[in-house]
């Protein structure tokens, strides 16, 4: 765990995540990365996440939330989804 920005996260490819919200950040748009299939880890969402993010010219995803969510076809097949607020973020 590390800290920036005045909040306590990860950092995946040079993208900070964060649950909570970075005060005083540009905000850019919302992400959202689900897996199209079962054993997908949370690690691969987040590289995922972190493309978009620096794709769309920020550097943090703050408010990230990730769940886990059974498939309507079967219960015992499960993906995960993540979802967060690309930011332009500052010291």
Do not use: C, H, P
């Not at 306590?8 to 919200?21: R, S």
């Not at 990230?64 to 690309?86: N, P």
């Amino acid at each position: 765990m590390l800290e920036k920005y005045g909040r306590k996260g990860t950092d995946v490819d040079g993208i900070f995540f964060t649950e909570g919200e970075i005060d005083s950040a540009r905000v850019i748009g919302d992400a959202k990365a689900s897996s199209d299939r079962q054993n997908i880890s949370l690690e691969k969402l987040k590289k995922d996440l972190a493309a978009e993010v620096k794709a769309k010219g920020g550097n943090a995803l703050d408010n990230f939330k990730y769940v886990q969510k059974a498939s309507a076809f079967s219960f015992s097949s499960t993906r995960w989804v993540a979802t967060g607020r690309i930011v332009q973020a500052s010291e």
